[in-house]
């Protein structure tokens, strides 16, 4: 246990400091503003592709395929599409939470930075436009970065008092908008100033200039097996302290897997043979641990377990964990600091994580199409809707199993333990 006390005296202040860092929590939230439209988006996606999906497209009139095109196509353009504009409003609406600061009028500045920055084209019968691609994953970085830059110089001006005052005769809301003025006005000319600076680039804009020399790079980097298993095993490792290791690590990770989710998604949409990315949102929400304490409850409350203790707890972990809740089996079995489950539920995931990756780059399994999939989503439907097959479902249930084996021998000798405590309990008990 000297290792373990060693572990958690340097791990759990480094995950306190992430958890509790204002820019990664705005991050997370802010991507949360998104998940309703692209969540929609994703239903939509998957049944206009039914058809192909099952192989009977050929067999239906040309006129429903076109209706399935026409009628659910357009509906990415306004919502997964466009989704580094939600995330922009987010970031900066939450990071002025944090300062206790108007949050609507720091959105607002916040997506105005942005949009300083987007190239805009000329079209003699549409006028001025915006190229969609510009507000998804090429956009999302600098994005990022406008909010964040945008809010805090939004927030520490406000705090500073530097603003128009209007009498309080002045119904409230028109007063905050005067007050928002000076410190919205000085974000939005700093940004002006950067889009007239990068004219005379060779990029010509800034999004151009971030996408290609930080987002690209990194998108390359993240999206790469050893940086997904060094994700994957933070995160597990996080849950075994007891700290929630998913929220600590997606916060760092998610404007990486949430650019190739979009870049997925826009090649599917446009019916690509082979999308640009394995790893991206999807396939870390799909593939990773999605099951694994479905597969072990059932094995052990109806195979294998012999002690009252190890049956009772597995059975009432197993109707959360249809829905992929973990905490009852991480804190009911328990696996916070439970030097037995610390091997199990480390490498389980690890193991599946390169099992599924392997799987999809041999062309077994389809790359995951970029969807937007509840975590919540029990398996097998998970799987199909990951990657519009139904061989997405069936690696999951091979990865259930995998991870369900690895788990069998430490939890049989947990079992074992409660089984002889129980036995001393009744032995003590009939004297």
């Not at 406008?146 to 001006?157: D, G, L, N």
């Not at 700290?243 to 997606?250: A, S």
């Not at 030097?339 to 392997?358: K, M, Q, R």
Request: proline share 6%; glycine share 8%; hydrophobic share 55%.
């Amino acid at each position: 246990m000297k290792f373990v006390d060693k572990l958690a005296e340097k791990m759990v202040p480094f995950a306190t400091v992430i958890a509790n860092n204002r820019y990664l929590l705005s991050l997370r939230d802010g991507f949360m503003m998104a998940f309703p439209a692209t969540m929609f988006a994703s239903i939509m996606i998957i049944i206009q592709n039914l058809p192909t999906t099952f192989g009977f497209a050929k067999f239906l009139p040309e006129a429903f395929n076109t209706f399935l095109n026409d009628f659910f196509g357009p509906v990415g353009n306004a919502t997964m599409s466009i989704s580094a504009v939600f995330i922009v409003y987010g970031i900066g609406y939450q990071l002025a939470g944090h300062y206790k600061q108007p949050q609507i009028f720091a959105g607002a500045i916040s997506l105005s930075s942005f949009i300083m920055l987007l190239p805009f084209g000329q079209d003699e019968a549409m006028g001025t436009f915006i190229p969609v691609s510009k507000l998804g994953a090429e956009g999302m970085f600098v994005g990022i970065l406008s909010a964040i830059v945008a809010t805090e110089i939004y927030c520490r001006i406000s705090r500073t008092g530097f603003t128009i005052k209007m009498p309080d005769s002045v119904p409230p809301m028109i007063a905050e908008s005067f007050v928002a003025i000076i410190p919205g006005a000085a974000p939005l000319f700093l940004f002006n100033l950067i889009r007239y600076l990068f004219t005379f680039t060779t990029w010509g804009n800034a999004v151009d200039f971030v996408y290609e020399i930080l987002q690209r790079p990194l998108m390359g980097l993240g999206g790469t097996l050893p940086a997904v298993l060094i994700a994957v095993f933070f995160t597990q490792l996080f849950w075994w302290f007891g700290i929630h290791g998913t929220l600590v690590v997606n916060a760092v990770i998610d404007p990486i897997m949430g650019a190739l989710a979009i870049e997925n998604y826009e090649a599917y949409k446009a019916g690509a043979e082979q999308l640009p990315h394995i790893i991206n949102t999807t396939f870390m929400g799909v593939f990773v641990t999605q099951g694994m304490q479905l597969g072990v409850s059932i094995t052990m409350a109806f195979f294998i377990a012999k002690s009252i203790r190890m049956k009772k707890t597995m059975k009432t972990i197993i109707a959360p964990a249809i829905f992929n809740v973990s905490e009852p089996m991480t804190f009911g079995l328990p696996i916070v600091l439970n030097p037995l489950a610390f091997i199990p539920w480390i490498v389980g995931p690890l193991v599946c994580t390169t099992v599924s990756y392997f799987a999809i780059a041999v062309g077994l399994v389809p790359r995951p199409i970029g969807a937007t999939v509840v975590w919540t989503t029990p398996i097998i439907l998970s799987g199909w809707l990951g990657t519009g097959s139904i061989a997405g479902a069936i690696l999951q249930v091979v990865t259930v199993i995998l991870m369900t084996l690895i788990w069998i021998p430490f939890l049989m000798a947990m079992d074992n333990e409660y089984l002889k405590e129980e036995r001393a309990e009744i032995d003590i008990a009939s004297e």
